[in-house]
Nanobody, 119 residues
């Protein structure tokens, strides 16, 4: 079973940038899709971005397209999320997870990392 630990959150002003990192322990299978999700207070957890582990194809929610970039390092077993031009509505706890399909979260949720964007 893959275990995931998120890091890199913090507080920034609107327009700023942050880079989140997800470190995986355990085997990531070639069929896996690694994804980032977020949850704001009072809202459901939502899909943010995903990347196919082997092919590297990427997918984004419309709300972050053009601002966020997901990448992975297969040698280091990490999945990063570069977030630029952050907006107050990006404030949330960010989580990574794995699945077989885009937007799917099949693993256990970790503690996540808090991102706070002030206006």
């Amino acid at each position: 079973q893959v275990q995931l630990v998120e890091s890199g959150g913090g507080e920034v002003q609107a327009g700023g940038s942050l880079r989140l990192s997800c470190t995986a322990s355990g085997r990531i299978y070639s069929s896996y899709v690694m994804g980032w999700f977020r949850q704001s207070p009072g809202k459901e957890r939502e899909f943010v971005a995903a990347i196919r582990w082997i092919r590297g194809a990427t997918y984004y929610a419309d709300s972050v397209k053009g601002r966020f970039t997901i990448s992975r390092d297969r040698a280091e077993n990490t999945v990063d999320l570069q977030m630029n031009n952050l907006k107050p509505e990006d404030t949330a706890i960010y989580y990574c997870n794995w699945g077989i399909n885009i937007g799917e979260a099949s693993g256990s949720w970790g503690q996540g990392t808090q991102v706070t964007v002030s206006s």
